[in-house]
């Protein structure tokens, strides 16, 4: 029996022109993050007539995946994070269902990083900022979790998830970070190259549960450009 997840990251938040750590500070999707998730639930719920010609495919650059044709979402999981919030609710919407909101799939703590650019960052901090790119297991953010204890609270989440829906498909939208660490597990992949793994706003990533055992079936797919 196979249980699907889609797993997906929140569509674009404000300020997102600007690379910067929001981590667990509450930022609100953009009106274009908005729409990538209302084209994103259409195309999962098989409305893609709506979405536009040049929008009914998953972007070729970054997926072989064709047109959709998966089941139906019997849950819809978020984060607590409003950006997470808004975005599952507009992939919940056309199954009139309303999204579980789990606090342990929130994005990870920056402690004093959080809300500063990567520029602030590596002016203030150019060691520790460096430590923590070359190696996101062994080093972490000022006063900030570190990726084991995220990697600890994700996963008993999502443990907890997939049991109680065997054979469904389900919906799980979250944060870039705790995603790339999902995935990382998920594969196989040491934690010390989570950012090996590219995670777009509004991505798609499929993975299906065969008798427990997850297979990858789209990575960081996307419809919008």
Same mark, same amino acid.
């Given at each position: 029996m196979t249980t699907t997840l889609y797993l997906i990251r929140h569509g674009?938040?404000?300020?997102?022109?600007?690379?910067?750590?929001?981590?667990?500070?509450?930022?609100p999707l953009s009106d274009n993050g908005k729409k990538q998730m209302e084209q994103l639930a259409k195309y999962l719920s098989g409305n893609s007539a709506n979405?536009?010609?040049?929008?009914?495919? %998953?972007? #070729?650059?970054?997926?072989?995946?064709?047109?959709?044709?998966? #089941?139906?979402?019997?849950?819809?999981?978020?984060?607590? %994070?409003?950006?997470?919030?808004?975005?599952?609710?507009?992939?919940?919407?056309?199954?009139? %269902?309303? #999204?579980?909101?789990? #606090?342990?799939?929130?994005?990870?703590?920056?402690?004093?990083?959080?809300?500063?650019?990567?520029?602030?960052i590596r002016r203030k901090y150019p060691y520790e900022f460096d430590a923590w790119a070359g190696n996101p297991l062994r080093f972490s953010p000022i006063s900030g979790e570190s990726t084991t204890e995220v990697k600890e609270r994700?996963?008993?989440?999502?443990?907890?998830?997939?049991?109680?829906?065997?054979?469904?498909?389900?919906a799980l939208i979250s944060h870039g970070g705790v995603i790339r660490i999902i995935l990382c597990q998920i594969l196989g992949i040491p934690l010390e190259n989570i950012f090996r793994i590219e995670q777009d706003y509004a991505a798609l990533n499929i993975i299906e549960y065969r008798d427990k055992y997850p297979v990858v079936r789209l990575l960081n797919g996307t419809i919008h450009d």
């Open positions: 674009e938040t404000e300020g997102s022109e600007i690379q910067r750590y929001k981590g667990s500070i509450d930022i979405i536009g010609e040049d929008t009914k495919e %998953l972007n #070729p650059r970054r997926s072989s995946c064709l047109r959709f044709s998966g #089941p139906d979402i019997s849950a819809v999981y978020c984060s607590d %994070l409003s950006r997470a919030i808004k975005s599952a609710e507009k992939i919940a919407e056309p199954y009139s %269902l309303n #999204p579980i909101i789990v #606090p342990a799939l929130r994005e990870r703590n920056f402690g004093e990083w959080e809300g500063m650019s990567f520029d602030e994700t996963m008993k989440a999502l443990d907890d998830i997939i049991a109680a829906h065997t054979g469904q498909c389900i």
